[in-house]
């Protein structure tokens, strides 16, 4: 059975540090992996996917197959960054396997 | 286009009652789904519909039905509501259509906050 997990439940950082929001899954197929984002009082968005290889908002996130990982990444965290971030995994039929999600803090 | 709607925003319900939480889309997609989010548990997928007429249930169906009559809707029942199901009810959609989601993008909606007494 396919699974996303998301070992920190609270992240904090300081405005300029580097962050990292790890994910791990689990998936007997190819996996198509995703970061979306819930900023405050807002819906969730997606964010990044990895098939697109993209930066945005300066986060980039890398598959690792060999360990099962899809950490998202930013050099330098603003205090914008602040929010809930989710990986997710689609499976069948674009169904959505999501982890327990991250909240990010970014302190000034 | 609005994109996906949920009504109502908020709803405190007593145990036992039922309601229905409506969700719409005007993107002609074909991939619709329910989710609940909990604290610690991330998003949770209730049931899912890939069409007009065609639904299946997700990872924590008890307790909630849907149907799927239109494209556009896809509602979310609750038969008797339990202290359990307090949660944010989150409805999304993805496909091609007039609005297409790349990769599987899914588009949702702004959440409907349920509290059960």
Redesign the interface.
């Given at each position: 059975a396919q699974r996303v997990t998301q070992p920190e439940k609270l992240l904090s950082v300081f405005k300029g540090a580097p962050v990292e929001l790890k994910c791990n899954y689990s998936y007997s197929g190819s996996p198509e992996l995703f970061w979306y984002v819930q900023y405050s009082r807002q819906r969730l968005q997606l964010l990044l996917r990895h098939i697109s290889r993209e930066s945005i908002k300066g986060f980039t996130a890398d598959l690792n197959k060999g360990e099962t990982s899809f950490h998202l990444k930013k050099p330098f965290a603003q205090e914008e960054d602040s929010a809930m971030y989710y990986c997710a995994l689609k499976t069948n039929y674009g169904k959505l396997t999501f982890g327990q999600g991250t909240i990010l803090t970014v302190h000034p | 286009n609005a994109g996906v709607t949920q009504t109502p925003k908020f709803q405190v319900l007593k145990t036992g009652q039922s309601m229905t939480l409506q969700c719409a889309q005007d993107m002609n997609h074909e991939?619709m789904?329910w989710?609940r989010q909990d604290p610690?548990?991330?998003?949770?997928?209730i049931h899912?519909s890939?069409g007009a007429g065609i639904t299946d249930q997700?990872e924590v169906p008890n307790g909630y039905n849907v149907s799927r009559s239109t494209t556009e809707d896809f509602p979310l029942r609750l038969l008797s509501a339990a202290p359990s199901q307090t949660s944010v009810y989150?409805c999304?959609s993805?496909?091609s259509g007039f609005r297409k989601s790349s990769?599987?993008?899914?588009f949702?909606?702004?959440?409907t906050r349920l509290t059960v007494l």
């Open positions: - | 991939y789904s989710y610690g548990m991330g998003l949770r997928l899912y890939v997700g989150f999304a993805s496909g990769y599987n993008e899914q949702f909606g702004p959440g």
